[in-house]
């Protein structure tokens, strides 16, 4: 990226750099707090965080430090400031999309329509993805950036299908809303703010970080690590911000912090991770910070799997007993079976957790009805609060079909361009079947049934709309219960007020109040935990099996993917404050191993049973003396 496109026209800039738990968002609270203090409105002030729950714990500690004067700042991620700016009029009449952003099943009907490009699946999916992280670093805001040919053709009809729904990628997010301020300035004069705080700078892709400076007026203040880069929220994450923000702004005030905040012997475990990947000296000298205590970490290994799910248990009733606050808990499960399995076990020992997935709730493969109802009962329940959504039609339509009727969406396509039609107008044309054609045809049906679906169901509402609308697709009580999860329907709730509550627990999931959580290493971001259980600590999971293969992963990549996990990793271990337990276990028949993709360090019989035994992570050696 260019270093030009972080040059700020704020009269201050601040750059906050320091190791994990030095206590970077501390000096951003403590900056807002003073200035709240001194009678800055807060409404003027925007905080972006590195994802929604880093945003709901520095609300929190942001209240706690200054009171009912935080109530008003715009505390958000990034994606979601982007969102505020798309959702203008300016901005949807220069881009031609909505503020819509496409939940994963929607994608699956994306990715349909984009192999009628006839390219074979690998190679789609790796233009793809070099389409994405291009928008993220605002490369495309460059000529020539595509080949000539099938990358230009391919990159077109993305385009173009994206703009026949009028919804949008999360990669694409940040990066139009960049472009509709940099283009307009009396948008992004409306849509700024005259003080931005950016926590976790490292985390955030190069448009989002772009776009928190495009919206701050008057001063602009960043905080982050190139250690702790990871994956929170935005996809492609990019640490190079950091330099281009120092080398855009030369005469921004630069803080280095040298205390740590964590117990003492957590840091030295976790500076422990950073070994292979720092030279010697890089890391700077840090010092305790005042009341620091010394701290636990330690290793437990379990005999097996669900001896091990009890024994996490266990150990959070014990620190339950001792006095810790649920909130205060978190257990990181790199395994999303693992997760689940914690999270029951606590239940059976009384104790309420919450499960962060990484992956949204409403799946399956939607050419097949049988295993996609969840997604067509949430559709439908779109469809009844917005009859007009395009990308809920685009799916509505394509259910079921081994195709997904692309090759009629790519007729109904050339019919809205052709006569300038969005969707659910060129929809209501297909009835002339004879005129139109057969393809076109065979979105008549859906298209009329889900029409008299919406009629029919308008005027319901909470669990009585989930019910009639379950019964009119025949959605099975596992379906239904899906959906009511993320709808979380109460008593006289519309269908707008259920689809807005879905798109908060699908797109920007947080945790309960008053739970244990359960999440992904990558979800740690923002935490601070007094006790972090990290379960499933074990080869085969943290690395994954592939890593041991030199045949399916050579030295290259062996050396990336290890680079990867400890960028993973440094930072969430580093999140434990007090008290920081790493558990695994010993063995498993062999089945379940291989069903896992375990790292089976020996077999060997049992009772007649084959037996794989395992061992706990490499990267448990980089934690030692600790462990």
């Known amino acids: 990226m260019d270093s030009a496109l972080y040059r700020t026209n704020t009269a201050r800039t601040t750059l906050i750099l320091g ?5 970077k968002t501390e000096e951003l609270i403590r ?7 001194g009678g800055t409105n807060p409404a003027s002030i925007a905080v972006a965080c590195a994802s929604p729950q880093a945003a709901q714990d520095f609300r929190r500690r942001l209240t706690a430090s200054a009171g009912k004067n935080a109530d008003t700042v715009r505390i958000q991620p990034a994606r979601a400031f982007a969102l505020d700016v798309l959702a203008t009029p300016e901005a949807v009449a220069q881009t031609g999309r909505e503020p819509r952003m496409l939940a994963d099943f929607e994608i699956s009907f994306l990715m349909e329509d984009m192999k009628t490009s006839g390219l074979r699946p690998r190679r789609l999916k790796e233009m793809l993805k070099f389409f994405y992280r291009t928008w993220t670093e605002l490369g495309d805001w460059e000529d020539g950036w595509l080949l000539e040919g099938e990358e230009s053709q391919v990159h077109r009809l993305l385009k173009d299908n994206l703009a026949m729904v009028r919804g949008i990628l999360e990669p694409e997010a940040a990066n139009l809303a960049a472009k509709a301020l940099t283009e307009n300035a009396d948008l992004r004069s409306a849509q700024s703010y005259a003080h931005a705080f950016v926590d976790d700078y490292q985390a955030q892709s190069g448009a989002s970080q772009v776009l928190m400076g495009l919206l701050a007026s008057e001063s602009l203040t960043i905080a982050g690590c190139v250690h702790e880069c990871t994956d929170a929220y935005d996809s492609y994450p990019f640490e190079q911000g950091l330099d281009l923000f120092a080398e855009a702004n030369p005469a921004c005030e630069r803080i280095e912090l040298s205390t740590y905040h964590h117990a003492s012997v957590v840091h030295a475990a976790v500076n422990g991770l950073l ?38 248990a266990t150990i959070v009733r014990e620190a339950l007993g001792s006095g810790i606050s649920p909130e205060d808990i978190t257990i990181i499960a790199p395994h999303r079976m693992w997760g689940r399995q914690v999270a029951r076990s606590l239940a059976e020992q009384g104790v309420a957790a919450s499960v962060l997935s990484v992956h949204q709730p409403l799946g399956g493969d939607v050419r097949d009805r049988e295993r996609s109802g969840a997604a067509l009962l949430f559709t439908a329940l779109r ?27 790519l007729k109904l396509r050339a019919l809205m361009e052709e006569q300038d039609l969005d969707m659910p107008t060129a929809l209501a044309q297909i009835e002339d079947a004879n005129t139109l054609g057969a393809d076109l045809a065979k979105l008549l049906p859906p298209y009329e049934f889900g029409m008299e679906l919406a009629h029919a169901c308008s005027e319901l509402t909470g669990m009585q709309l989930l019910d009639e609308l379950a019964a009119r697709v025949e959605a099975t009580e596992r379906e239904k219960a899906a959906v009511t999860a993320v709808c979380a329907p109460t008593e006289g709730d519309d269908a ?20 244990v959580r359960v999440c992904a290493p990558e979800q740690a971001c923002g935490q601070t935990p007094r006790l ?14 592939a890593y041991f293969d030199g045949a399916e992963m050579p030295l290259d990549k062996q050396e990336k993917e290890y ?16 008290t920081l337990v790493c558990t695994s276990f010993e063995k498993t028949d062999l089945e379940t191993a291989e069903r896992l993709k375990l790292k089976i360090h020996r077999i060997r019989m049992e009772k007649g049973v084959r037996i794989a035994l395992t061992e706990r992570s490499i990267f ?8």
């Open 383 to 409: 469809l009844t609060a917005n009859p007009r959504d395009a990308v809920s039609w685009r799916a509505w339509c394509g259910f079921g079909d081994y195709l997904t009727h692309s090759n009629s969406f």
């Open 496 to 515: 707008a007020t259920l689809v807005a509550r879905a798109e908060q627990s699908l797109l920007a999931p947080t945790f309960q109040p008053d739970t």
């Open 532 to 545: 972090l259980a990290f379960c499933g600590f074990m080869n085969g999971f943290v690395p994954c099996r």
């Open 275 to 312: 070994a292979k990947q720092v030279s010697e000296g890089a890391l700077p000298e840090m010092t305790p910070a005042e009341g620091v205590e010394t701290g636990t970490v330690r290793f437990a290994s379990f005999e097996r799997p669900q001896d091990e799910f009890d024994g996490v």
């Open 620 to 627: 448990a050696e980089l934690l030692a003396p600790a462990l």
């Open 31 to 37: 900056r807002i707090t003073a200035m709240l203090a």
């Open 19 to 23: 190791e994990a738990s030095c206590g």
């Open 563 to 578: 680079a990867r996990l400890v960028r993973q990793l440094y930072p969430a271990l580093s999140k434990a404050q007090d």
